[in-house]
């Protein structure tokens, strides 16, 4: 039955996105700051790994614990025979811990003892972002070659409709555990990221003067799911997480553009993924298309003269799902901006233009490689829009 109702409100879907009015949008930054703020937080790299989040732990506990408990109770939803799972995931996921790359898995712990969340639970939230994660990316330069990095996060799909509020219900839930972390070593400032409070991967991040990062799920049959049971069974740990890897580079002093670009290229995954890379110099730009084993393509801006590349969640030589096309949109507005108006507030005018900004979209980041510079804000998108 669940089956059944997913199937008809995919079908819906083609017809209530006819009804909507697709326009590039002006104006629109920058956003009101009662709904928009985004807090900035420190994160001490000195630290031990597991007492590095135990001031947010008491700060975000509450609405954390609200949304595990809401994750358990839709997987409930679907068979109450899934108790047996969720079981399993409070008593047996958290060995999964010991087994990331450090110091992550002792974050994670940190989080969990302070929290006092099953560190199970906290395993899997963290899992949820490398297999769930909608997006579109966008990396280009103005006309006179400085660099932005822009990227809309949209995460909740089909985990549940608050039908009352006409929105996902994760979504909602998300909202209120984004924030910017300014990780710090040695007193000085290392890398800033836009995370979900408990999730310590980085799907959005900048290194001053070296390199930016924004993470994609691609779709793809040799999905996560393996990667995710080859590690849990030891079969086959040579592989990274994409988040974690991400992280990695921006923990790495060594790296620069170039380097970044041919790490995630070449670093054998746990899950498909489209990692778009921006740096401070001209034309630094790409978009790495990865499968588990390596890059099937790399999308380097400037190509055919290209001043912008941006990228959702389709491979950009192919077609999109005819209900799920961000990117003709997305690129029909950046083509509108122009070159000449490549900036902050062009660039959030195009990530509140629907369908880019859609149901699911969560929070919108705008960066410059060179600078730093890091402006976040929460998004909405109001009735008509689209589902995602």
């Known amino acids: 039955m669940k089956f059944f109702k997913i199937i008809l409100f995919l079908a819906s879907i083609y017809f209530v996105q006819s009804e909507i009015e697709h326009v590039c949008e002006s104006g629109k930054y920058p956003p009101d700051p009662k709904t928009s703020f985004v807090p900035t937080y420190v994160v001490n790299l000195d630290l031990p790994p597991t007492q590095r989040w135990l001031e947010l732990s008491r700060k975000y506990e509450k609405p954390l614990r609200t949304l595990v408990t809401y994750i358990k109770q839709f997987v ?4 109450p025979k899934l108790q047996k799972l969720i079981d399993l995931i409070d008593n047996k996921l958290g060995f999964v811990a010991d087994s990331l790359p450090q110091p992550y898995g002792e974050e994670i712990k940190g989080i969990a003892n302070a929290t006092n969340i099953e560190l199970g639970e906290l395993v899997l939230y963290n899992i949820f972002y490398e297999v769930f994660t909608l997006c579109t990316s966008i990396v280009g330069e103005d006309s006179s070659g400085k660099m932005y990095h822009a990227r809309n996060l949209d ?10 509020n006409d929105t ?3 979504s909602e839930l998300l909202r209120p555990l984004i924030m910017n972390i300014n990780y710090t070593k040695g007193g000085e400032l290392k890398y800033k990221t836009v995370t979900f409070f ?7 991040g900048v290194k001053p003067n070296a390199f930016s990062v924004s993470v994609n799920e691609r779709f793809n049959s040799n999905g996560g799911y393996i990667g995710l049971f080859e590690w849990f069974l030891n079969i086959n740990r040579n592989q990274a997480w994409t988040t974690l890897v991400a992280r990695d580079c921006f923990e790495n002093d060594d790296m620069d553009f170039n380097h970044v670009v041919k790490t995630l290229a070449n670093t054998p995954l746990i899950a498909p993924v489209y990692y778009i890379i921006g ?3 001209k034309q630094q730009g790409a978009v790495v298309t990865r499968d588990r084993a390596k890059a ?6 400037g190509t055919n003269n290209t001043w912008f590349i941006a990228e959702t969640n389709y491979d950009h030589w192919k077609k999109p799902l005819i209900i799920d096309d961000r990117i003709t949109p997305c690129n029909r507005c950046m083509d509108k901006l122009g070159k000449e108006n490549m900036s902050f507030e062009g660039l959030f005018n195009v990530l509140s233009s629907k369908p880019v900004l859609n149901k699911l979209t969560v929070y919108s ?4 490689p060179k600078s730093g510079r890091l402006e976040t804000y929460i998004q909405f998108c109001p009735t008509p829009c689209d589902p995602f």
């Open 76 to 79: 409930l939803e679907f068979s």
């Open 155 to 164: 995460f909740g799909l089909f985990l549940g409709w608050d039908i009352k």
């Open 168 to 170: 996902w219900i994760i």
């Open 198 to 204: 408990g999730f310590v991967g980085l799907i959005t």
């Open 279 to 281: 740096g401070p110099e």
């Open 296 to 301: 099937v393509d790399v999308w380097q801006l």
């Open 365 to 368: 980041a705008l960066i410059e």
